[in-house]
């Protein structure tokens, strides 16, 4: 007797349902991505008891044909795409045509659409996966999507629910990201008829973004602007001091689709390195369009996952991106994002065209209709607001001519306070620098620059040290010898699974030099490079410099002062410590008369 049986196909349904619906948030988000692929410029979400009873999305996208409604909720029925080679060059945020199936597999689903040239709407009620209703209805031009009694019929599922509280936070949540990826697009999101989101159409490039993360994000943000190889990254990271406990403030999207991306994720950490204090987590919007073809979002039934046909490129392209980024002169205020546009400042005529010149470029690479669309607006937004800028500064020049700026930017010592940080004048206003987080930056770059224009010393090990790595592991460092060699290891395989350790950077003599061999090759199998070495080497760097800075209560000549200020100004990363603490900060001559209440 058999024992292998062709499931009943309801009992698929629910199966595959499982992929695609894993909660109330995984039915909105789906369902917001099929009305901005519709085109919807607005979309409202209800929902009662955190989803579980009832999600309602209801947009003024193109709408659904009555013949087309049986086919929107059919398994692997889709409008997306046609053929198997769509799949190397996805344009929309939906293609899998799972979505509605999966939905109607574990619900009662009603949709209710008029497309925008049809004379009426129609409606269609699905049940468990089967039609029980199809019938004609009035309605505006658009789609409403209703679904009731979530997990109805699969009673285990619903069981794996969080409370209503959970599952209300995961829908704002995954509105929010879909929201400030589609700035164009207004939305709107109730719980149990109450208001808790209204998001009109976003005027300018930094609106959404302060809707979502707030006002003092985008005051501390560091516009980001990037392109190399057919690749473009741009948006915003929060500056060093701005961080949070946990990485839920991180917003990363591909070609306009939301992702989560362990590779993006440990490229933002590295360029961080060495300016965030220690186990905090920075903020950022970052967009990275490149040409279709070099992406693949059918990995995942959720499409929250991608890759890359150049993973090393592209890692490495965020990386050196956000790092340069951070690195500008931290004395810059143009380095800042204050409510004006993300593309880096030029002048004159030579703005517009070099971004509209951008948009051109951008077009021949394959994107898709909507990420064009999207990066048009920006770019249009960020020169009209250039040139208005522009425009208010030159009028008041004219009328206002600026004073002659004689100050350096951190200004010059006036003394010191509490034998711990030294006050300074610029031509703004205040000055306050910590002195001993100041002067270890100093060395700390000193020292690395140092140790960079020599050649890494090795030291040779008295007895080789062997260690059993695994096969797999084994096989690498055959495979990198030359790669290990580079930074500083003369490693060799010795058996099926063993190595032997013989040289290892001179500095890093006394690590646990297992532990580090298998941190190296953890790197260069994922990332195919390796900070390891280099992350150990500047850790003792950091040390020395901690314990040579100056020291508090040292009292120090202006002359002193004013040496290590000038210092501060041509050394990198000067805004920051080697622990992420901040070094300065300023306090405006207007804003002290406020405080004062001078002129008023």
């Known amino acids: 007797m ?25 039915i909105v988000k789906e369902l917001i991505e099929n009305s901005l ?20 999305v209801l947009d003024n996208g193109a709408g659904i044909a009555h013949e087309d409604l049986p086919l929107a909720v059919a398994r692997h029925a889709t409008s997306k795409i046609q053929a198997a080679e769509d799949l190397a060059c996805v344009a929309t945020m939906g293609f899998r045509g799972e979505a509605l199936a999966s939905v109607a597999a574990v619900s009662k689903l009603e949709i209710s659409s008029k497309p925008t040239n049809a004379p009426s709407g129609w409606s269609i009620r699905v049940e468990g996966g089967h039609e029980v209703q199809s019938r004609p209805t009035g309605r505006a ?26 599952e209300l936070n995961r829908i704002t949540e995954i509105t929010r990201v879909l929201a400030l990826g589609n700035p164009l697009c207004g939305f709107t999101l109730r719980h149990n008829n109450r208001e808790l989101e209204r998001m009109s159409p976003a005027r300018t490039a930094d609106e959404r973004v302060a809707h979502v993360l707030g006002g003092d994000f985008v005051n501390e943000a ?21 961080t949070r406990s946990n990485s839920s403030r991180q917003f990363f999207y591909v070609n306009g689709r939301a992702v989560q991306d362990y590779l993006v994720a440990h490229a933002v950490k590295q360029a961080y390195k060495d300016i965030m204090f220690h186990g905090r987590h920075p903020v950022f ?9 070099d992406v693949d979002v059918n990995v995942h039934p959720t499409k929250s996952e991608v890759r890359y046909r150049n993973s090393t490129g592209v890692h490495n392209f965020i990386m050196s991106s956000i790092y340069r980024s951070l690195r500008t002169d931290p004395t810059d205020p143009d380095r800042h994002v204050s409510a004006d546009m993300l593309t880096t400042p030029t002048t004159g005529a030579t703005a517009t065209s070099s971004l509209l010149s951008a948009t051109v470029r951008q077009t ?32 008041d020049e004219l009328e206002n001519p600026p004073a002659t700026r004689v100050l350096p930017p951190l200004g010059t010592a006036l003394g010191q306070l509490k034998g711990a940080y030294i006050l300074a004048e610029n031509d703004d206003g205040l000055v306050v620098v910590d002195m001993h987080a100041a002067h270890e930056r100093v060395l700390y770059e000193e020292l690395k620059s140092y140790s960079s224009k020599n050649e890494l010393a090795r030291q040779r090990l008295l007895i080789p040290e062997t260690l059993d790595v695994g096969a797999q592991d ?51 199998r994922e990332h195919g490079r390796s900070d390891a070495i280099e992350t150990r080497h500047h850790h003792i760097l950091a040390t020395m410099a901690c314990h040579n800075a100056i020291r508090f209560n040292r009292r120090l000549t202006l002359d002193e002062m004013n040496e290590l200020l000038r210092k501060m100004e041509v050394t990198p990363n000067a805004g920051q410590c080697n622990h992420g603490r901040p070094t300065f900060r300023t306090q405006s001559l207007s804003d002290l008369d406020h405080i004062f209440l001078r002129g008023q």
């Open 141 to 166: 031009a658009g789609t409403s999507v209703e679904v009731a009694d979530l997990f109805f019929n699969t009673p285990a599922r619903r069981r794996f629910l969080k409370t209503t509280r959970s």
């Open 2 to 26: 058999s024992q292998i049986r062709r499931l009943d196909p309801v009992v698929a349904d629910q199966i595959a349902a499982g992929e695609v619906v894993e909660r109330p948030a995984s």
């Open 285 to 293: 919007v970052l967009f990275l369009d490149l040409n279709a073809m």
């Open 37 to 56: 692929d519709a085109g919807a410029t607005r979309i409202d979400i209800a929902v009662e008891d955190g989803g579980v009873r009832t999600i309602a």
């Open 474 to 524: 084994a096989e690498l460092v055959e495979e990198l010898a030359e790669s290990l060699l580079q930074i500083g290891l003369v490693v060799e395989r010795a058996g099926p699974t063993t190595v032997k350790l013989r040289e290892v950077p001179a500095l890093l003599l006394t690590s646990d030099l297992s532990v580090l061999l298998s941190d190296v090759l953890d790197d260069l």
């Open 222 to 242: 560091i516009r980001v602007d990037m392109e190399r190889d057919g690749m473009r990254l741009w948006g915003w990271v929060g500056s060093p001091n701005f």
């Open 364 to 395: 021949t690479l394959g994107f898709d209709e909507s990420t064009n669309t999207r990066t048009r607006w920006w770019l249009r937004e960020a020169v009209r607001t250039e040139h208005d800028v522009q425009t208010t500064q030159l009028n």
